[in-house]
């Protein structure tokens, strides 16, 4: 089994439709990440987790919300999908930050298609 | 702002041959850059880093330097194979490990 598995794997919606994006780990991280990856572009991080009551905005956070639901468990949201939301979303888990060299293992992703 | 560059043309490759891989940066120190390989949808998967205050790193038939004063970073692959064909992608490490991310750079090896 996947050690950060992410549902579902390919999701198309409508636009207006609000979509949820969940990911959970086995690696006992503290730390989660949501990115999307959009050709040309590099990964971009849309909200991050460093622990279950830790929520930080990325650098596009915009049309999206997350919950960190369990250290396990850390869902996407977005709340009413637009067709620029139309990428390919990653979540990412890394270990303690203390002595960590920020590796960070990256489930298979999930491609959302907004029509 | 901060930037980060890697060849956005694909690198073709004949097999057997050293694969150079580029990445450059502006406007940052990182505390590491990182190096990860991507497969067509898949995501992506961590190789190498190399910390600020080393200037190269080795892993069985990889390379990475890393050159501060230069603001950049070269990835070798030597004895290419067809398997190594991929995506490669460049990341900084900066103290609040929000990594930095290239867009990556299409490595086909050719038989």
């Known amino acids: 089994d996947a050690d950060v598995t992410q549902t579902p794997r390919n999701r198309i919606t409508k636009t207006g439709k609000r979509i949820m994006l969940e990911c959970s780990q086995t690696?006992?991280?503290?730390?989660m990440y949501w990115y999307r990856q959009d050709p040309g572009l590099g990964l971009r991080l849309i909200y991050y987790?460093?622990?279950?009551?830790?929520?930080n905005k990325g650098e596009i956070s915009d049309g999206y919300s997350v919950s960190r639901q369990a250290q396990a468990k850390f869902s996407l949201s977005l709340e009413s999908a637009i067709p620029n939301q139309t990428a390919l979303y990653f979540c990412?888990?890394?270990?303690?930050?203390?002595?960590?060299?920020?590796?960070?293992?990256f489930g298979e992703g999930s491609r959302l298609t907004v029509l | 702002s901060q930037k980060i560059e890697q060849n956005s043309e694909a690198l073709n490759i004949q097999e057997g041959k050293t694969a150079t891989l580029t990445c450059n940066y502006t406007?940052?120190?990182?505390?590491?850059l990182q190096w990860y390989r991507q497969d067509p949808g898949r995501g992506p998967v961590f190789l190498l880093l190399?910390?600020?205050n080393e200037k190269e790193k080795r892993k069985e038939r990889l390379k990475v330097t890393f050159d501060t004063t230069l603001k950049q970073s070269l990835f070798h692959i030597t004895a290419s194979q067809p398997a190594d064909s991929a995506t490669y992608l460049c990341?900084?490490?900066?103290?609040?490990?929000?990594?930095?991310w290239g867009a990556g750079t299409k490595l086909i090896i050719k038989p």
């Open positions: 190399i910390r600020e």
């Open positions: 990341a900084l490490v900066p103290s609040n490990y929000q990594l930095i």
């Open positions: 987790s460093f622990d279950v009551k830790d929520i």
């Open positions: 990412a888990t890394g270990g303690d930050r203390g002595g960590n060299t920020g590796e960070l293992f």
């Open positions: 690696k006992g991280h503290d730390r």
């Open positions: 406007n940052y120190s990182p505390a590491y």
